[in-house]
């Protein structure tokens, strides 16, 4: 139990990986063969169960491809910035658990795991606990300088931003920003029996006025109607077909509230105002910056909100959880990027995979071990403690427990968001 909880302990702050696999005897060595047996059913498997998302939804299938690379550039970071800084790298795996495939190129070993749920890179003497050969001391990480451990140690969460930044400016130069349209076009069919039906209006015109006030925004139209009382007539201006049309309707009240002091007016359309936009390639980059920027503040307080006890209690005890503060898996994400793809294509996914990689590189970045800001944390830690005669390396041993107990934390915001992303599906 010991030796165990020794080698969990190792892998917790050490970054993952396997710490004896530092020194490899040689390519030929029996700890890094896989049985080929195991090698086909896992690849197999893997490979079934992404073909089984593509025959239910092309879409989640892409959104989770996005993942995997998203995953993968993340280690990408790592590993790049940690070789090109001296330090010494001896194991780039993608998944966890048992090895499905492995091979070895010089002194880093490649492969494959049985769950694709991350991906790791192991890079030797994250610290004081990681034993090394002393020949390879000098490679080590914590034998670097603080602005080179530093910059390998948030490389992952730095690249997880240049993804996002890349797909948004990309998505906005191309096919557009989401955003207001400057018109309001009715989204469907008018409420039966409604007003806008008695006069004439169909799907797909544009709302050009209303009773004289020029809409440019949905909310515009909302207001206009909102400020009239049922019974008034009003003059509806429509764009169809490029055909300028003035229609007149007299307004009902809105449907529950007829004869009660509450009444108010209804028109009977839905008037949507927001779709692509169309910008420049300048525009683009500006905007992406923008998104990342918000998008990064939103996660910061979606962390807090996620991690905390009462709200993840009362998500797990509503009949409904509140889709905006439930802890969420992989599958929740997959539901909706699936939904999202049905309706917007390739770039709603791509933007909701934006998203998803500014969240995962904030959430990264807690300055708790086993996260790579808790790596960070200890490094600034270390440089805070040092003097110009004297470096100071911090004990991590007494931060093992901590990291334990994080883990823990994960595993049950793990099960809890699966939970709820199987009885209450955010598709």
Not at 157 to 179: C, D, E, N, T, W
Not at 183 to 193: L, N, T
């Amino acid at each position: 139990m010991s030796s165990f909880y020794s080698r969990v302990r190792d892998e917790l702050v050490g970054g993952g990986g396997d710490p004896t696999a530092a020194t490899p005897s040689d390519n030929t060595s029996s700890e890094n063969k896989v049985p080929l047996s195991t090698s086909i059913l896992g690849v197999g498997v893997i490979v079934a169960l992404l073909a089984w998302l593509g025959s239910n939804n092309i879409w989640t299938l892409v959104f989770v491809i996005g993942l995997i690379i998203s995953v993968f550039l993340h280690e990408v970071g790592h590993f790049v910035t940690a070789r090109r800084t001296g330090m010494k790298v001896t194991q780039f795996y993608m998944g966890f658990g048992p090895r499905l495939l492995a091979w070895r190129r010089g002194e880093v070993e490649y492969g494959l795991r049985a769950f694709p749920i991350g991906a790791f890179v192991r890079i030797i003497g994250m610290n004081n606990l990681d034993e090394t050969d002393p020949a390879d001391e000098a490679r080590t990480y914590r034998s670097k300088s603080f602005p080179k451990r530093l910059l390998v140690i948030t490389a992952g969460s730095l690249m997880h931003l240049v993804i996002a930044l890349v797909l948004f400016s990309g998505v906005y130069s191309i096919a557009g920003r989401y955003g207001e349209t400057g018109r309001v076009e009715v989204a469907q069919s008018p409420y039966v029996g409604s007003a806008a039906e008695a006069a004439g209006v169909r799907a797909g015109d544009i709302i050009v006025s209303f009773d004289g006030v020029a809409l440019r925004t949905s909310g515009d139209f909302v207001g206009a109607v909102r400020a009239k009382q049922p019974g008034d007539q009003v003059q509806v201006v429509v764009d169809r077909s490029g055909q300028t049309l003035v229609l007149t309707a007299t307004l009902t009240a809105f449907p529950g509230t007829q004869d009660t002091p509450q009444a108010r007016a209804f028109f009977g359309v839905a008037g949507w105002s927001r779709d692509y936009v169309q910008v420049g390639v300048v525009e683009s980059l500006g905007r992406a910056v923008q998104d990342v920027v918000s998008t990064a503040a939103g996660s910061v307080r979606g962390v807090f909100t996620v991690l905390n006890p009462i709200n993840l209690a009362d998500n797990l005890t509503s009949e409904v959880a509140d889709p905006l503060t439930r802890p969420s898996t992989v599958v929740g994400a997959s539901q909706i990027g699936g939904d999202i793809g049905r309706e917007d294509g390739w770039k709603g996914v791509l933007i909701l995979l934006a998203a998803v990689n500014v969240f995962v590189g904030v959430f990264n970045m807690l300055p708790l071990l086993p996260f790579d800001g808790g790596h960070a944390a200890v490094a600034i830690y270390e440089r805070a403690r040092s003097t110009r005669t004297r470096r100071y390396q911090a004990d991590i041993r007494k931060l093992a427990p901590m990291a334990t107990a994080v883990v823990v934390l994960l595993v049950m915001l793990l099960v809890a968001g699966l939970y709820l992303d199987i009885t209450q599906p955010l598709g």
